[in-house]
């Protein structure tokens, strides 16, 4: 045991410094982009710069006309100072590049050093994790405790995920029957339309059906509600009617109704995803630090 636990502490230090590394580098990245820009900007500008003292060291146009009115010593002055200016600028930002993409590399040598020990890591907490329901006792039931939340968080994420598809697949056919709605007349509007309509009809039913098993957002019972008693209303003989008659200001109006219920729902299940995604981040690394730590 005190041999796993050394090996645990270690590369538990180690799996640290790779998150470290990681956000690091996403951030160097995102200078390197910014320097990347400058340097471009940089070097038009001094381009132009030196194209400009040119001009007056040759005998062209421009440098005769200032000789005539004895202003080319000091355009030179200024134009040779703008130019060392921008060379200056220039060479300074590609010097913050070049010490930039130093720690990137120097960052990125680390993290291949540090390719396996979060697997090794991971190993170490199974082979922890075995060990201690092995001995049983107080210690076992803890770990079961801990580890049957994080798994319960997962389950929720698999039950919400699940609602999101089936709701997004509502969504996308409300919004291809409102198209229907909007481009073509009611002529046209006979079997294909009542097809569609049938087929929103059962992705709304499953949309409906997934949300059931959804416990993890106790505030979307509402929600859950007042859509299942409007698609009780939506699917009775007045939709069977409608879906005949070919009511199309009527029908445009119900179909947004329920595509703006679904999205509703849809924003509660995406935050609601967010917060038991973060829950599980937290609770995964309470048990590790606990697996550590014993």
Known sequence: MMELNQRLLQLYGQVQRIQRIADQLEIHNLERDELEVRIRELELLDSRRQTALQNLQIMGPTSFLY???GR???????????ADEARHRYQQVQGEMDALSFRIMALEEEQKMLANSLRKYEDALQEKK???YKQGG???????????????TKQQQREINEALRAGRKAGRMTDAILRRLSGSSEDSQNQPMAVELEELKRDLRRFQAELVDVDAVRELRLQIDSLLRYANDFFGDDFSKWAAQ??????KARI???????????????SGLESVQ?????????????LVSL
Request: hydrophobic fraction near 35%; avoid cysteine.
């Open 138 to 152: 107080t210690r076992a039931r803890e770990l079961r405790r801990r580890e049957g939340e994080v798994y319960r």
């Open 256 to 270: 947004n109704n329920a595509r703006t219920q679904i999205v509703r729902v849809l924003d509660h299940l995406e």
């Open 246 to 251: 070919h009511e199309v200001a009527d029908g």
């Open 67 to 69: 000789r005539l009115t």
């Open 72 to 82: 080319l010593d000091d355009k030179m002055a200024e134009a040779k100072k703008q």
């Open 278 to 290: 973060e829950q599980e981040v937290t609770l995964s690394q309470e048990l590790e630090e606990w």
């Open 130 to 132: 075995n060990l201690v």
